[in-house]
Structures are given as C-alpha cells and as structure tokens.
C-alpha cells in the first residue's frame, strides 16, 4: 500500500470515529446489584458412572471403569486388614509389612529393579497400610498396562520381604519415633487420640522402640500370608481401555493364584468412655499454645451424622464460623481455628476443635472455645447459618465425583464397608432437609463441652493464666522410651 493511500485510509478511520455516536450516559440512579441479591440455578443431581463389577474364579472382586479422555491407566487394590490386627507387642508390624512389601521386592526382581522399570516407562505401583484397609495402587500409561499389571501382579501375590529393606524401613520408623516431638500440632493430634480411644486399644495405641524391636521378616510373612489372598481383596481398574479385554487381561494373570485363608475377623469394637480435663505436653521451645479438644464422634451410617456436620460446619468450618468469627475476629486469640466432627465408615470417629494461640492467652483461648460450643447447646443457629452450613455441604458433593478416580473408589468403599451404593445421595437428601431445630438437640446430646478432652501443648511458664481454669490438669508424659 502507498503512503498516500495509507494516509487516506487513517483520515476516513477518523472521521467515522468522529461520527459514531457517543455511548448512553447510565442514569445517575442506576445502581450495580448487591452481590446477597444475586440468584443461582439449583445444581443439577450429579450422575455417575456405573463401574463393570464382576468376580474372579478365585474369589476376588473386580470393578472395571473405562475412561478415554486421557491415555492413561490405573487401578487400586483394597485389602481387608488394617494396623488394628498389629499384635500388642509388635505394634507397627502391618506398617512396616505394607512397606516392604514394594520396596523388598519379588522373588525374580528386587525393589530396586523393579523401581528402574517402573521410571523407564513412567509409571508407579505403592503399597501403603492404613487403620482399616491395606491398599496397592497403580498407574501410568496405558500403553504400558500390560507391564504395569505384571509388576502388580509380582508385588501382591509372591513379594520376597528382603532383610535389607526390612532393617531400612525399621531403621527408618525408629528415626521418626526420635523426632515424633518436634511437631507440636503433631503432639495435639496423637494424644488426643490416645486419651479418646484409651491407651489400651489398638485405637489409641503409640507405637515405641521396643515393638520394633520385636519384629522379624518371618512376622511380616506371617502377616502376609493371613490377610493378602485373593477372597479378601478388591480391584478397581480405571482408565483408556476396553473392558472386555482387560476382564480377560485379569482372569489370565490371575489365575494361577488361588490362596485360602479363613476369613477375616471383624475389627475391634470401640469401647470409649469420655476422658474430660485439660492434658499438658510441656514443652520449652514454642512461644504458642497448640490445643485440640475432642470427644468419641460417630460413624457414617449414625441417623444424626447429617445434622452434626452441618453443625460442627456453623461452629468451626470456614471464615463465617462462629469459631472463626468470635475466637479470631472479635478476641484476637488464634490465627487459625476449625472444627470437624469425625466419623468413620466402620467405627466412631472423633469430633476435633483444633488451634493455636498465644502462650499468654492458653486459658482464655480454650474457655472461649468451650463457651461457643455451649452456646449451640442453648440456642438454636440462626437461619442464615442453617442455610450457609446446608449449602456448603451440599455444594461439596459435586467435588466427589469429579474424576473418573474418585467415582470408583467411593464407590468401591462402600462395597468394602458395606454401605449402599445410593448411601451418598441418601446423606444429600437428609442434609437438606436439617433444621435448626435438629442442629440444637444433636449438639445438647452429643457435644457436651464438660466431655472434651483438651490437649494443650505449650510452655506453662508463659501462660498467663495457670490451665486449672480450664480444668483438672493431667501432665503428659513426653519422653521417648529407649
């Protein structure tokens, strides 16, 4: 283009431009619409995909879930055994077993080969043991799950349990337990369980140099052999392929694994009773207090599960909480605070009030917690708080279901507790319909603040004023037997 038609081109711009009409001035009355008056659409109910269930000849239990939004693969094993079943005197045992599990190795390759193929092909399987589930998992691409399934394959049915890995791993859990003091809110948390559930369960129990010491490979075969065989275990598989060919994938790998045990037992009953006043962990090196309270909560299927975690959402969930808004906004007496009330699928849980404060304000930090949850004792929740608490937990569910991942774990895990599958829209329905006046009478019977056991962990020659405000004080005993 010339420079004399580039010219004309700018001057016939700038005269439309001066010709365009100039936009409506808004009306000085116009006001921008608060953002309480803003209305939304109700969620949509949230559909989720049936997984393919089917069983093994021998006796395990399958679900196949395919997925091809990515080329990806992977699967994850649940195994009914827990550190609940570890002996008295050898606890750690089912830890220390899950561990070595994967890193010993199998019989034709040892952990250390087998890490090497696993990162040559980008791709993981772990083993890990929790309080009521052993578990195996896997993943990668899926152009490499035939390799995947093979070196799973190895680590569940034939693991060799060599003593190097063993003596690393024990080595290892002897280290943490020397530095197990060093997390304060780690401290809280610990004890808190121990004096709910009672030191003399497995529930509560704290795991000392003289139970590892105790442990031997033969132990860890030994436990092996009771729990991992294929009548006790479940398999969720996920991911970019057909599910035909891996359920004929599955029945050929494992067909030549055909252990028996008799089954398994049900876990420990929990016996609790309620353990109140104030328990001290002295220690010298903070300049806060860290604090949990606590008391026996409930489990899932418990009728009043729903309208205690609405409640237990107004008390101490988020910045509109009553905890939030009253201990750290109007008194200035913790940074953080939160409460949530615990339940398990299987045994209760444990309703947790947990924070930190200045050391000079110990006492009156831990008086005013307890006065809040005194006062959802007395009065009912305002309507407001009724509807923020129902809407933040009903909001929450789309987040269950929002990979592939979590569909078919959730639902593997009610099959492993026995819990309906429509158990999750269940507990939706009856959220929405809590009142304030259920909110009231499951927190006058289920959260009486004389219950609580308080965990404090600070410097008592700091405090402002001495704990026996709070309560009768019980000194925890903080050293590490050799």
Not at 2 to 14: E, G, I, P, S
Not at 99 to 106: A, N
């Amino acid at each position: 283009m010339t420079r004399r038609r580039l010219l004309f081109v700018f001057a016939l711009a700038a005269v439309a431009f001066a010709q365009a009409p100039a936009p409506a001035p808004v009306p000085a009355t116009a006001a921008i619409p608060a953002y309480k008056d803003l209305k939304y659409p109700p969620l949509h109910q949230i559909k989720i995909p049936e997984p393919i269930a089917f069983t093994l000849p021998n006796g395990m239990k399958v679900f196949l879930l395919e997925d091809h939004e990515l080329p990806v693969f992977n699967g994850l094993a649940l195994v009914r055994t827990g550190n609940l079943f570890d002996p008295a005197d050898k606890r750690g045992l089912s830890s220390i077993m899950a561990d070595v599990l994967r890193s010993g190795g199998t019989r034709e390759k040892t952990g250390d080969q087998i890490d090497e193929e696993l990162e040559n092909i980008a791709a993981s399987v772990e083993s890990s043991m929790g309080e009521t589930s052993a578990s195996i998992s896997f993943s990668g691409l899926s152009e490499s799950s035939d390799r995947i399934l093979r070196i799973f394959h190895g680590v569940l049915t034939g693991p060799e349990f060599r003593q190097d890995k063993i003596d690393l791993t024990i080595t290892q859990m002897h280290s943490g337990l020397d530095r197990r003091n060093d997390d304060p809110q780690g401290i809280a948390e610990r004890e808190i369980a121990s004096i709910v559930y009672g030191r003399e369960n497995s529930y509560g129990w704290t795991v000392e140099h003289e139970h590892l010491a105790r442990i031997k490979r033969e132990d860890l075969q030994a436990f092996y052999r009771r729990y991992y065989f294929p009548k006790n275990i479940q398999l969720a598989v996920y991911g970019d392929f057909s599910a035909p060919a891996m359920r004929a994938k599955l029945e050929a790998l494992f067909a030549d694994w055909k252990v028996e045990q008799p089954a398994v037992p049900a876990f420990p009953a929990v016996t609790a009773k309620p353990a109140p006043g104030a328990f001290l962990a002295e220690k010298s090196d903070v300049t806060q207090t860290f604090f949990t309270m606590g008391l026996l909560g409930g489990t899932l299927r418990d009728p009043d599960y729903p309208a205690l975690e609405v409640a237990t959402n107004i008390l101490g969930s988020g910045f509109t909480s009553r905890l939030m808004s009253q201990i750290r906004t109007k008194m200035g007496l913790a940074y953080s605070i939160g409460a949530g009330w615990g339940a398990a699928y299987d045994h209760p849980g444990i309703f947790r009030i947990v924070g930190s404060t200045k050391s000079a304000s110990t006492a009156d930090a831990l008086l005013a917690v307890r006065a809040e949850v005194e006062k959802m004792r007395t009065t009912e929740v305002t309507e407001q708080e009724l509807r923020t608490a129902k809407d933040t937990v009903l909001n929450s569910f789309v987040f269950f279901f929002d990979s592939p991942s979590k569909t078919l774990n959730r639902l593997m895990n009610y099959e492993y507790y026995g819990y309906p599958k429509d158990f999750l829209f269940e507990y939706q329905k009856k959220i929405a319909a809590v009142t304030r006046a259920d909110v009231l009478r499951v927190f006058r019977e289920r959260a009486n603040p004389a219950n609580l056991s308080i965990v404090a962990v600070g410097n008592p020659q700091d405090f402002g004023k001495p704990l026996t405000g709070v309560g009768k004080v019980e000194k925890i005993d903080l050293s590490i037997p050799k």
